[in-house]
């Protein structure tokens, strides 16, 4: 089976381009979560999808954010216009979505987007 | 404010050694608390998921305890090998209004030398 895909890998973008990550999760997953690790600080949340819907977005910086998971399968990412600040690695990562929400979430290997 | 804070920054071990990383927190209402594994360059990998009721858990040569009264938890490791250099990260998921909030540790950088 297959794991949580992110593409690209490595994104190098000039300050004010518009970058567009992508994640697909394990099949049959419904919920489906991007996080952010900037450098040297922890990964944080962004925001978590059920399905097609958008059930947590508080982690999202800014407005320049968007996201979106049409059909309930893979998610993007859009940062425009990127800021030097928003250079990080961001991962995807998806769970069946159990009762009491202890369920495991599979992690993709993450973008590296840098911004110049 | 909800935390996690995580000890050491980083440990290196001698190969067939057994250690210990501490994870404190803050989070409040808890949920459930997870250890992961990061290799350089890859996503984190579940080790281990503890709720409330749990106080410790094992998976393989891993073994994570809970003590939700003192809100720490930790992560023992026996016979390490040198595969295990990685950064582990304590998690933990506090119980909102709009669904579930996941603070991550900032992780403990374990290097295992020969």
């Known amino acids: 089976e297959a794991g949580v895909t992110q593409f690209p890998s490595h994104s190098v973008i000039e300050k004010g381009q518009t970058v567009t990550l992508r994640c697909d999760p394990i099949s049959g997953h419904d919920n489906l979560y991007w996080y952010r690790r900037v450098m040297g600080k922890e990964i944080k949340f962004l925001l978590h999808?059920?399905?097609?819907?958008?059930?947590?977005e508080s982690g999202m910086p800014n407005n320049r954010f968007l996201a979106e998971r049409t059909g309930g399968t893979y998610s993007t990412l859009k940062v425009q216009p990127a800021e030097l600040e928003d250079s990080g690695v961001y991962f995807c990562?998806?769970?069946?979505?159990?009762?009491?929400?202890?369920?495991?979430?599979?992690f993709g290997p993450g973008t590296r987007l840098t911004v110049t | 404010k909800n935390q996690v804070e995580q000890s050491p920054q980083s440990l290196i071990i001698l190969e067939g050694k057994n250690c210990t990383l501490q994870?404190?927190?803050?989070?409040?209402?808890?949920?459930?608390l997870r250890w992961y594994k990061q290799d350089t360059g890859r996503g984190p990998v579940s080790l281990t998921i503890m709720t409330f009721s749990e106080n410790t858990k094992s998976n393989g040569r891993y073994t994570a305890t809970l003590d939700a009264d003192t809100k720490q938890s930790s992560l023992h490791i026996t016979a390490s090998q040198l595969s295990d250099s990685a950064s582990y990260i304590c998690v933990v998921s506090a119980r909102g209004t709009g669904g579930f909030k996941t603070i991550f540790g900032a992780g403990t950088r374990l290097f295992v030398k020969a």
């Open positions: 994870c404190n927190y803050t989070v409040s209402p808890f949920s459930n």
């Open positions: 999808f059920v399905k097609e819907s958008k059930q947590d």
């Open positions: 990562a998806s769970s069946l979505g159990l009762a009491g929400g202890s369920d495991e979430q599979y």
